[in-house]
């Protein structure tokens, strides 16, 4: 069983009052490792350490910082398979989505923006008697605060653009996902990353991640979790004058319109439902079709939904492994039956999956990919985040009614319309109150282009130059020209 530390100043130490919490393998009911109950004074030590290595790390300049970028890719690179490994173990998700997804885009994460900070120039605004010059200042000590359902994944996602800036940084992984981090923390450290630059400390939200958001030396937060979180977040950060990005909860449509191609949609709608079992932000949980085409697309997506191979997720050919934890697991099955009390039908699915896979420790939190039709768009089902194996299925009869179904939300993160008419695909995507469309495709990033929602799925854009905004500050410096009269 692994014993992991805090990382603050350069050292990995235990919670200053020894506390710990156990971490847990969803899949196999196994408890995997044990992590420091931080408190509010390892936060306060994480973030004295940050501040002492705030101006040397600051004055690297941008190119400085991009090379040490490249070096913390290569760096996990090299640690692919044990990054997919853990992550696979701390998770439930398979290994070869752990592999695809969860790994690679951790090192992805870090020489984009070495990268992209390369091609960017600086901005200059020419006047007749005089040149503004902007320039970019590290925004101090950031607090970054992130989920379970893709851990490096989304901790790289904000490190490395973080650093990037010039900030230092006090991390805090979910409690229940805390391996990963840990994997960055010691490929930082063997590195020699100048120490107090990158700090993570473990522990539970209300009360690491609480004493971040309150610790008056740390300048910006970087959230990613839940809406209910996100609003504590606000509510304690925002009046602290703290720079805050939010990006929170999402309810996302999948539409099928007439004209689509079927087995892309099919496969799309599958894909984009049950990937990570169903627990990812951009997940389509919802999926409105046209009532034309309802009857074919139900049976072939059905078909699809009933191949995916679910159990051990450390097989190659293990498609869904298990949810996050027995406890989400209950709080899924709640949703299924509360869809059979609203008056929905169980079309695929709905029971907890009969994997034959059984860990040393008893039965992991395994639930069969889960589809409910016959509810309203309006339903509580069709309106919740869900976050689990669990999609409702609805038609609609004019696009106009497909629109007024998409925006029946208070998410909009997200969403896919699928359609073999390309201008009306970009059409019917504009009139979706959403950050993120995909037309004929899901999940396809490209890390230049802004991420985020909008209503209760967020404040704030990342990615490329959003990101770079996010983690400093700008300062106008506009230079008189000597020549020209006053
Ligand atoms: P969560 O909100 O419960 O926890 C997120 C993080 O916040 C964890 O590290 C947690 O410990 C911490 N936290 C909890 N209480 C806190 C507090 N009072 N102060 C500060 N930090 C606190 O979310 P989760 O269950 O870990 O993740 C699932 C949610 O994340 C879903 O709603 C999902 O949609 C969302 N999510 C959003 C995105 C996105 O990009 N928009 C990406 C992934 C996940």
Not at 68 to 88: G, P, V
Not at 145 to 168: C, D, E, F, H, Q
Not at 197 to 218: C, D, K
């Amino acid at each position: 069983m692994l014993e992991i530390k805090n990382y603050i100043g350069g050292v990995f130490q235990a919670a200053l009052d020894g506390e710990t919490l156990e971490d847990y393998n969803p899949a196999t009911a196994e408890c995997i490792a044990t992590i420091p109950r931080s408190k509010v004074n390892d936060v306060q030590m994480a973030v004295d350490a940050a501040h002492s290595a705030q101006s040397e790390w600051g004055a690297l300049s941008m190119l400085e910082r991009a090379d040490w970028l490249d070096r913390i890719a290569d760096a996990l690179e090299k640690k692919h398979e044990h990054i997919a490994q853990t992550e696979s173990m701390d998770t439930g998700k398979p290994i070869s989505l752990a592999r695809r997804v969860d790994a690679s885009r951790s090192v992805s994460n870090f020489r984009f923006f070495a990268g992209f900070s390369r091609e960017q120039s600086e901005m200059t605004f020419e006047m007749a008697d005089a040149m503004n010059y902007v320039h970019r200042s590290p925004v101090g000590t950031v607090g970054l605060i992130t989920p379970w359902n893709l851990p490096l994944y989304l901790l790289s996602w904000k490190v490395a653009p973080a650093l990037l800036m010039g900030n230092t940084i006090v991390a805090k992984p979910s409690e229940i996902t805390p391996l990963t981090a840990n994997i960055l923390a010691e490929t930082l450290h063997e590195l020699d990353l100048p120490s107090g630059v990158f700090n993570l400390v473990h522990g539970l939200g209300p009360e690491v991640g609480q004493s971040i958001l309150e610790a008056p030396g740390i300048k910006g937060i970087s959230f990613t979790g839940g809406t209910a979180t996100g609003r504590i977040v606000a509510r304690t950060a925002a009046p602290m004058f703290k720079k805050l990005s939010l990006e929170l909860g999402g309810k996302n449509a999948t539409i099928v319109l007439k004209d689509a191609d079927l087995s892309l949609a099919v496969d799309g709608a599958v894909r984009a439902a049950f990937t990570n079992s169903g627990q990812v932000c951009l997940c389509g949980s919802r999926i409105l079709v046209d009532s034309a085409i309802a009857e074919e697309f139900t049976k072939r997506f059905i078909e699809k939904v009933n191949s995916i191979s679910i159990g051990n997720p450390s097989l190659d050919e293990t498609v869904m492994g298990s949810v996050i934890s027995p406890e989400h697991l209950e709080k899924v099955e709640s949703y299924i039956e509360l869809g059979l009390a609203e008056g929905g039908t169980v079309l695929t699915g709905g029971t907890r999956a009969m994997t034959g896979f059984t860990g040393p420790d008893g039965v992991g939190a395994f639930l069969r990919p889960t589809v409910v039709s016959g509810l309203s768009y309006t339903s509580r089902c069709a309106t919740e985040e869900i976050f689990g194996p669990m999609v409702t299925l609805h038609t609609f009869d004019s696009e106009e009614e497909a629109i007024v179904m998409a925006n029946h939300s208070e998410y909009g993160l997200a969403g896919s319309v699928w359609t073999k008419d390309l201008e009306r695909g970009r059409n019917f995507a504009t009139k979706i109150d959403t950050g993120i469309v995909w037309v004929n495709t899901w999940l396809h990033r490209d890390l230049r282009t802004p991420f985020g929602g909008v209503k209760n799925s967020g404040v704030g854009r990342e990615g490329g130059k959003w990101s770079m905004e996010f983690f400093s500050e700008m300062t106008n410096i506009c230079v008189k020209n000597p020549d020209s009269p006053e």
